[in-house]
């Protein structure tokens, strides 16, 4: 389908939210969910494992997240092309929670989570919370767990077929067949999104994991097999057996729900410079879709959501106007929810290249914290690195500790030398970003 170009001031009186509106771009969207769609299940699936969820009910809860996306963009509207899914900058602290509660507690955590965030949204506190956890920290958050999805996946890049034991020596024939195969798709990949990363954004995914299929079928490669399992309603009752699990479940839980709407409200501001009709976004009700659809989805097992801006970007240069893409996004989903067995042709070294690229972008992240100055760049390293090392919830803490001594106590004292103009300069940007949202 030729796009048309079309100007902002030609539909500047329009409602949006009207059927007649949708209407009009039905063909595009529906173009454009397919798309998005297709790019974001392999996304989905490497990040559900991440996780240490089910890759069924990591696509059930993106099917469910985009459904209630669409309901809740008619009357409203939080954002006007965002699709939601499950977030990859979330998947270690949700392996985390797994790992502490285990996964027939991780849904009481999820309705905790939507539980804050419920709050959060009705006193319109994100603002207070970008203050607390500037964007520049978050950056460094999402640097440090890049490098642990990074790490995470890189060994599928030369693993073995099932059933083929490895021989004493690592580089056999069938590891190198493997490797091979690792560069060839790695180099497909990189070449056709550095070519078209701005326009047809979903080719290099669909070129990847075509190139694996058809590898598959003439050489034995590791595929992914996707588990079928029983989906349960029921409350999201919690059996803890300590106090002291209570005591951490509350903190975990909020820890996951502040980065979680940090990460909105930076996705937001990314999504509206991209929207085709500089439409404005509200953050806050974006925040109401995402509570709403986490604490839906804690009612059958399911993961965090937010619109992500890898989705969300994908869904706007495949042509997307209005949020009728992504009720054609949870549409698609939900066939393979249902018919999981046509998800076992990717091959696990593809889904490894998408992955790893994925962590590689988010520690190419901390580049754009050095548009705050040395401190931020400094700070953001630091907490990438403790994330890493210490862990994602102590990692962040501390970095915040070491945030409010640096600011409050040493610049205090030597606010006439230049780090304190510098650091002036942070917490004016802060105000003038608080001033442009009220």
């Not at 969820?53 to 996306?69: D, E, H, K």
């Not at 909105?264 to 929207?275: H, P, Y």
Request: charged share 15%; glycine share 8%.
């Amino acid at each position: 389908m030729a796009k048309k170009n079309i100007k902002p001031e030609q539909v500047q009186n329009t409602d949006y939210g009207s059927a007649a509106f949708v209407a009009k771009y039905a063909g595009r969207d529906i173009q454009a969910g397919i798309i998005t769609a297709t790019m974001a299940i392999p996304l989905s699936i490497g990040i559900a494992m991440m996780s240490d969820y089910p890759i069924q009910v990591g696509l059930a809860t993106v099917a469910f997240a985009s459904f209630i996306g669409f309901l809740f963009a008619w009357f409203r509207p939080g954002n006007f092309i965002g699709a939601p899914g499950i977030a990859a900058g979330l998947a270690p602290i949700l392996a985390m929670g797994v790992a502490t509660f285990g996964i027939e507690n991780m849904a009481f955590i999820i309705f905790l989570t939507a539980t804050f965030q419920a709050i959060i949204w009705k006193y319109d506190w994100q603002r207070y919370l970008l203050k607390a956890v500037p964007a520049y920290l978050v950056e460094g958050l999402l640097a440090g767990i890049g490098l642990k999805i990074a790490l995470k996946f890189l060994p599928f890049l030369w693993m073995l077929p099932v059933g083929m034991v490895a021989n004493e020596e690592f580089w056999s024939d069938a590891r190198i067949q493997v490797v091979v195969l690792s560069i060839i798709g790695t180099i497909l990949f990189l070449g056709l999104f550095k070519k078209f990363k701005t326009t047809k954004p979903a080719l290099p995914y669909f070129a990847l994991i075509a190139f694996g299929i058809i590898a598959s079928i003439f050489l034995d490669v590791r595929m992914l097999k996707v588990e079928d399992i029983d989906f349960n309603i029921g409350l999201p009752i919690p059996n803890f057996d300590s106090v002291y699990l209570w005591v951490y479940a509350i903190f975990f839980s909020l820890m996951l729900a502040v980065v979680d709407v940090i990460e909105q409200v930076m996705s937001n501001a990314a999504i509206e410079k991209i929207d085709p009709l500089k439409r404005p976004c509200n953050s806050n009700n974006s925040l109401l879709a995402i509570w709403v659809s986490n604490m839906g989805a804690s009612f059958f097992g399911g993961m965090t959501n937010l619109d992500g801006l890898a989705k969300s970007s994908t869904n706007h240069l495949a042509g997307a106007y209005t949020k009728f893409s992504v009720l054609i996004i949870g549409l698609v989903i939900t066939f393979f929810v249902f018919n999981v067995q046509y998800l076992d042709t990717l091959p696990y070294f593809a889904l490894a290249i998408i992955m790893a690229f994925v962590g590689a972008k988010m520690i190419l992240g901390l580049l754009h914290v050095a548009s705050y100055g040395p401190y931020a760049l400094l700070l953001a390293t630091l907490c990438a690195l403790l994330v890493f090392k210490v862990g994602i919830f102590e990692g962040l803490i501390i970095t915040l500790l070491a945030h409010a001594v640096i600011s409050y106590v040493i610049f205090s004292k030597i606010e006439s030398m230049q780090s304190g103009t510098i650091i002036r300069k942070y917490f004016q940007k802060f105000k003038e970003d608080d001033e442009k949202i009220n």
